[in-house]
T-cell receptor, first 115, second 112 residues
Framework: KAGVTQTPRYLIKTRGQQVTLSCSPISGHRSVSWYQQTPGQGLQFLFEYFSETQRNKGNFPGRFSGRQFSNSRSEMNVSTLELGDSALYLC??????????????FGPGTRLTVL | QKEVEQNSGPLSVPEGAIASLNCTYS??????FFWYRQYSGKSPELIMSIYSNGDKEDGRFTAQLNKASQYVSLLIRDSQPSDSATYLC????????????FGAGTRLFVKA
């Protein structure tokens, strides 16, 4: 099976812009979770989507949003970018999600730099 | 108190030694526990999952879970330089909605 894929792998934006990141889960996986990873804060949970519905959400401002399509692919959007949004954004997929004993498998990540 | 706590390290061990990584968690209702390894510049990869009290072994890796003490550990036997990485403890929590909470990670250096 192909693994989790994320596009783009690298992105440079300026403050105030918005950005959309994409994640394609492992075939058959219905849950997609998004995480932000920074050196100072570690891996922070953003949100989880399951069957096109946001099921769980972390403590991030409303500038961070996402959606999931019927084929389980997911997008994450960040509006009005701030310097502090520079991070590695990781997507993880699992068959049923964190409400079970599922294991999450991570994609390679998108490295976002905000100038 | 952080929800998942790990010693940030770095933990340095000689090649061939046993590396012991520890993790404590605050949500007593947590049922699923995971150890991930993350090399610099790469994404986390799963090493072990454990759901029941006791030990679970997979090759050179042994995960230990003690729910009464809210403690999870990972032992790496016969440590190799290729084991040098950051090890992340992750816990599925039901507080405020189901989510996976990661510890800050422990950096491990295995000296040849």
């Amino acid at each position: 099976k192909a693994g989790v894929t994320q596009t783009p792998r690298y992105l440079i934006k300026t403050r105030g812009q918005q950005v959309t990141l994409s994640c394609s889960p492992i075939s058959g996986h219905r849950s997609v979770s998004w995480y932000q990873q920074t050196p100072g804060q570690g891996l922070q949970f953003l949100f989880e989507y399951f069957s096109e519905t946001q099921r769980n959400k972390g403590n991030f401002p409303g500038r961070f949003s996402g959606r999931q399509f019927s084929n389980s692919r997911s997008e994450m959007n960040v509006s009005t970018l701030e310097l502090g949004d520079s991070a590695l954004y990781l997507c993880a997929s699992s068959p049923l999600g964190v409400t079970s004993t599922d294991t999450q498998y991570f994609g390679p990540g998108t490295r976002l730099t905000v100038l | 108190q952080k929800e998942v706590e790990q010693n940030s390290g770095p933990l340095s061990v000689p090649e061939g030694a046993i590396a012991s990584l520890n993790c404590t968690y605050s949500d007593r209702g947590s049922q699923s526990f995971f150890w991930y390894r993350q090399y610099s510049g790469k994404s986390p990869e799963l090493i072990m999952s454990i759901y029941s009290n006791g030990d679970k072994e997979d090759g050179r890796f042994t995960a230990q879970l003690n729910k009464a003490s809210q403690y999870v550990s990972l032992l790496i036997r016969d440590s190799q330089p290729s084991d040098s990485a950051t090890y992340l403890c992750a816990v599925n929590s039901n507080t405020g909605g189901f989510k996976t909470i990661f510890g800050a990670g422990t950096r491990l250096f295995v000296k040849a």
